[in-house]
């Protein structure tokens, strides 16, 4: 999940281990009931490189979860001074991402990518399924904010982080040297996770190779699906929120915008990176679209933080299908569950390659989905993050659009 040229070949590397991975299992998956050697030895090393994998992931959940929360709501601090701009672009934000989870929960619904695959997985789920909505919505709230981090209780790390957040900007200078803190410690877990995500490519190979081997080549029509379902989601999240956000709230024709942030999207289409596309969507979104420096500067790197639609919309899709491949009911309780994380997730998401795949652990644990559903999407992650960045950058260009009409500007350019 780094940038540059190192991060480009470790997702190659990724995707080579993911091919490698399903290979292998294909080829010796048949064979692993004859052999012994295969059976007692090889495979057993396999399972375990792929459990390693996954507890160092889990390993890195609460700390950068944590971290990067407090440092991004303290970040937010200008919000006081910015007031109605920025209460408006939050809203709007917000609005469009939780828009952005639905409209991949329907496709995924619509494509049931994981159905049928039926792989026997850790169901952390069922203990939950049967909590009462308002148990729910209490459990969200922590009663010691140590315990959660002890239980990994991500809703509840989550909702004390921006408490504690937004307090640092309230007390001031004392508070400021506490965010600077965790703005350093989340640079360091940045850094545990480019460590970790350097396994990747073993771990994403066992993890693979283990279901191949299982379950044969049936598993490979699952993944076109999901590419589908997170491809066509994204187009539709373009063109119906904000061509209309744009036609409704700023009187102009989507044509013009889509024109006018056309470099941006394709930029943040090949880098995969919303923060390595601020300097084009700054200049896109003031060039051609007219909206002014003051807003520009304000909601477009704020928007690179913390407004992920692509990347909220793909963990909508991809909970779903880690729920149908692992076999889990997903209820009406959990799917609700999947919008309110996965738009705090893509809240707390950097805007650097590969980040969102480390965010759909939070999603996945938080609903009570077995977190091997990452090994799943992880060799298909590349094309996904190619789409969902654009709809990330398009995301805060629409909502630019809007709070500056909103503002009185005049978007005639
Ligand atoms: N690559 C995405 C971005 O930069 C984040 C993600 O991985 O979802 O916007």
Sequence with gaps: MSEGKKGISLLVKISIGFILGILFGFVIGPVVPNSSVLSNYVMPFVDLVGKIFLRLLMMI???LVFSSLVAGAASVGDIHK???IGI????LYL?????AIMIGLACGNLFNPGIGMNIPGNLQASAREAKPLVDVILDIFPTNPIASMVNANMLQIIVFALFFGVACIMAGERGKKISDFFENAAEVMYKVTHMVMSFAPYGVFALIAGTAAKFGVSILAPFAKVIAAVYIGCIIHAVLVYSGMISMFCKRSPFW???????AAITAFVTRSSSGTLPVTLSNVRDNLGVSEGVSSFVLPLGATINMDGTALYQGVCALFVAQ???VPLTLQMQIGIVVTATLASIGTAGVPGA???MLTLVLTSVGLPIEGIALVAGIDVILDAARTC???MGDTAVCAVVASSEGEDLTN
Excluded: M
């Design 61 to 63: 959940i609460v700390p």
């Design 95 to 99: 609005v469009t991402t939780a828009v």
């Design 325 to 327: 491949a692992f076999n």
């Design 257 to 263: 915008y889509f024109k006018g942030v056309q470099e």
């Design 88 to 91: 408006k672009t939050l809203a």
């Design 82 to 84: 910015l007031g109605r």
């Design 356 to 358: 969102g795949l480390i």
């Design 391 to 393: 709809i990330n950058v």
